[in-house]
């Protein structure tokens, strides 16, 4: 008889293999918050014309701060990008992302009631897409941005065979 040794530890449980959407996507992000911060100041600056009033602050300080946003801004959205994932595992797909806050939600394959493909302009000219996945609950409604279209349609039709065999109760 072999006496066990107590200071051996058991292999830990395989991390899952994630997969990542399309660094392409840092872009499409990248491209709607300049948009949306340009707009705002586009808004501001409509505002104090039709006011007829002076700015605040002087215009070389609001220059200045909407150019140190859009720079933050593209640190932060390869970064933002590169925290998105997923993982089909054996009975869900599991999702994760965010930086600061990460945000992980698992979608039981049986409750998927629609996987959906979307693709706006600014995706479609960077081939890409995202699968929006519709359950009963509305707090998992789950959107997955960034895929490459092959990707997406190739995971959509899995997802929709895997809820086929899975589903539970509805």
């Known amino acids: ?45 409509l505002v104090m ?14 220059v200045a701060a909407i150019v140190i946003i859009l720079l933050i801004n593209c640190v932060f959205a390869f970064r933002r990008v590169r925290a998105i994932g997923y993982v089909l595992r054996d009975d ?12 992980f939600i698992a979608v039981p394959y049986g ?10 302009p600014l995706l479609r000219a960077l081939g890409l897409a995202n699968l929006k996945f519709v359950t009963a609950s509305a707090a998992t409604g789950v959107q997955l941005p960034g895929l490459p279209l ?12 895997l809820a086929e065999t899975r589903r539970s109760g509805l």
Do not use: C
């Open 1 to 45: 008889m072999n006496p066990v040794d107590s200071t051996q530890t058991t292999p830990a449980a395989a991390e899952p293999a994630w997969q990542r959407v399309s660094p392409k996507y840092a872009w499409a992000d990248l491209g709607i918050n300049v948009l949306l911060t340009l707009g705002i100041a586009a808004a501001y600056a």
């Open 111 to 120: 409750r998927l009631q629609l996987v959906d493909v979307t693709r706006g």
């Open 92 to 103: 869900d797909l599991l999702f994760r992302r965010g930086i600061l806050f990460e945000r």
């Open 49 to 62: 014309l039709f006011a007829r009033t002076a700015p605040p602050l002087p215009v070389h300080l609001i």
């Open 150 to 161: 092959e990707e997406a349609e190739k995971l959509r039709d899995r997802l929709v065979e």
